[in-house]
């Protein structure tokens, strides 16, 4: 029998690996990560992962302050009576591919809350079947929705928001590895990592995250269940919910612009951040190959 850890324990940067809320990225007994005073946006806010980025870490927040701001086309009523006693809301049901309606969404937070402190990017599709088994549009639907709205998102957050703040993009795992039917989804993803490590370079007052969120229960109706996948689904969504506090301070600067799993001790990570940073270990890589003047030095 497989083990529940086969997608997890073989892609860890760090020696400690957790799949639930940890005391380092805790808001209850880590007080640095107290959000009270950031808004926080939300797209995709009735997903699982959407949800609780932010909106179910209120439970484990003691100040209960967080202003969060939802978008999704279905179900953001039950999202603001989940959070109506916790926070200030915001939900808006529009489509983020249309760009004009990216712009007109971050101006409708700006009127109501003045800035955007953190973004939190959950909106994603997953269509997978061997390339000629399904639909070019469905294929592409992974782009339309994964890629465009992070681009959408970006560029409103830059040229409507000012640029200044945390965006944080979930990103998947399966960015990393070749498997049947996956190429529509795993190019998406990997597509908006590199764009995080773009916006990093290009927008220095904007602090970028790629974040695999782990292999993620499904809890409350919120979230995908994905047959093949459940004898590894063991991840909380708090563990998401819980670094992306963390994201949001300064002591996760030398992770900006980088690729970053969940389930990644972050005391480990500070620990050797110099080496992190020196070497680029979570940053992406063309080749394996060292590409140099006069070509690979071959063995054979």
């Given at each position: 029998m497989a083990s529940p850890d086969a997608y997890t324990a073989p892609f860890m940067l760090t020696k400690s690996m957790h799949r639930d809320m940890y005391p380092a990225i805790d808001p209850a007994t880590n007080s640095a990560l107290n959000a009270s005073s950031k808004v926080v946006m939300v797209v995709g806010a009735t997903s699982g992962l959407g949800f609780v980025s932010y909106c179910q870490v209120l439970e484990h927040c003691p100040s209960r302050g967080y202003r969060t701001v939802g978008?999704?086309?279905?179900?953001?009523?039950?999202v603001e009576q989940d959070l109506a006693t916790k926070s200030h809301v915001l939900t808006i049901a529009t489509d983020l591919n249309l760009s004009e309606n990216t712009d007109i969404t971050f101006k409708k937070v700006l009127?109501?809350?003045?800035?955007?402190d953190v973004l939190v990017n959950a909106a994603g599709v997953m269509n997978v079947a061997p390339i000629g088994a399904q639909s070019a549009n469905a294929w592409w639907e992974n782009f339309e929705v994964n890629v465009k709205i992070a681009y959408n998102v970006s560029h409103s957050y830059v040229t409507i928001a000012g640029g200044n703040g945390t965006l944080i993009n979930l990103v998947s795992l399966a960015?990393?590895?070749?498997?049947?039917?996956?190429?529509?989804?795993?190019?998406?993803?990997?597509?908006?990592?590199?764009?995080?490590?773009?916006?990093?370079?290009?927008?220095?007052?904007?602090?970028?995250?790629?974040?695999?969120?782990g292999m993620v229960i499904a809890e409350n109706g919120r979230g995908m269940v994905v047959e093949p996948f459940k004898t590894f689904t063991r991840d909380s969504a708090a563990l998401f919910g819980g670094l992306s506090t963390y994201l949001a301070t300064p002591r996760a600067d030398f992770l900006r612009g980088?690729?970053?799993?969940?389930?990644?001790?972050?005391?480990?990570?500070?620990?050797?951040?110099?080496?992190i940073t020196e070497k680029k270990l979570n940053k992406l890589a063309f080749l394996n190959v060292q590409l140099q003047p006069g070509g690979y030095p071959w063995s054979m």
């Open positions: 978008r999704s086309l279905e179900g953001l009523e039950k009127d109501k809350f003045g800035r955007i960015a990393s590895f070749l498997a049947p039917a996956m190429s529509g989804y795993s190019a998406s993803k990997l597509a908006v990592i590199k764009l995080g490590e773009c916006l990093d370079l290009e927008q220095p007052g904007l602090r970028v995250f790629s974040v695999h969120p980088t690729y970053i799993h969940a389930n990644w001790d972050v005391a480990e990570l500070e620990e050797h951040q110099a080496e």
